[in-house]
Structure formats: C-alpha cells, structure tokens
Nanobody, 128 residues
C-alpha cells in the first residue's frame, strides 16, 4: 500500500505561481512512476504531467507545457509540480498518483487507469 499526501494548493491571482508537493510512503519510491492529474468541477480527471521511473522521462499535457515543471526527489520520497503563469482555467483539484514498478510507454503515462494509488487532492484556485 502506498500513501500519497499532496500539499501546496491555494488561491492565487492569474499570472501567479504555486508549487505543489506530494509525499509518498514506501521504500522503493525510486521505482514509482509518478503523475499529476487535475479535476475541475463537472469535468473528468485529466492528465497534467508524469515522470517515468525507468528512464526519468517526463511528460506534460500540451496546455501546461512551458508553464509547469515536474520534479522529483527520491531521497525525500517526493515529487513536485511548479506551476507558473497560472490561468483561471487551471482552477481544479490537483491529484498526485503513483504506479509501483511497471513501465508506461507513450499514452499509458497519460491514462488514469495506469496508476494504482492516489492522493486526496489539493485545491488550486486561480482568480482573474
């Protein structure tokens, strides 16, 4: 069982920045594929970013490229999402997700169904 705890959400004005954190339990964190997803009211959960443990490759959704940056610190069992140039349409609950071992290729990394464990989410609200 892996527990994920997100933090760092809040209210920010458009153009501002936030840094989300996700702390994971477990002793094999370096072998977790980690992802960030978000869900706005009335919408499906959507992919934001993911990092593949096997080669360190990071994926981003098109709508966050150039604005959001994924990072991980295996020594701290943590991943982060630095969000810059935030827009009102970025308002959502942001979730951290993990898959222990395994290997995602291409679209798998974007798929909600690929991930085994989820955090409780952290609210991000961007005002215009």
């Amino acid at each position: 069982q892996v527990q994920l705890v997100e933090s760092g959400g809040g209210l920010v004005q458009a153009g501002g920045s936030l840094r989300l954190s996700c702390a994971a339990s477990g002793r094999t964190f370096s072998r977790y594929t980690m992802g960030w997803f978000r869900q706005a009211p009335g919408k499906e959960r959507e992919f934001v970013s993911a990092n593949r443990w096997s080669d360190g490759r990071t994926y981003y959704a098109d709508f966050v490229k150039g604005r959001f940056t994924f990072s991980r610190d295996n020594a701290k069992n943590s991943v982060y999402l630095q969000m810059n140039m935030l827009k009102p349409e970025d308002t959502a609950v942001y979730y951290c997700a993990s898959r222990v071992g395994g290997h995602c290729s291409g679209s798998d990394c974007y798929d909600v169904q690929f991930y085994d464990y989820w955090g409780q989410g952290t609210q991000v609200t961007v005002s215009s």
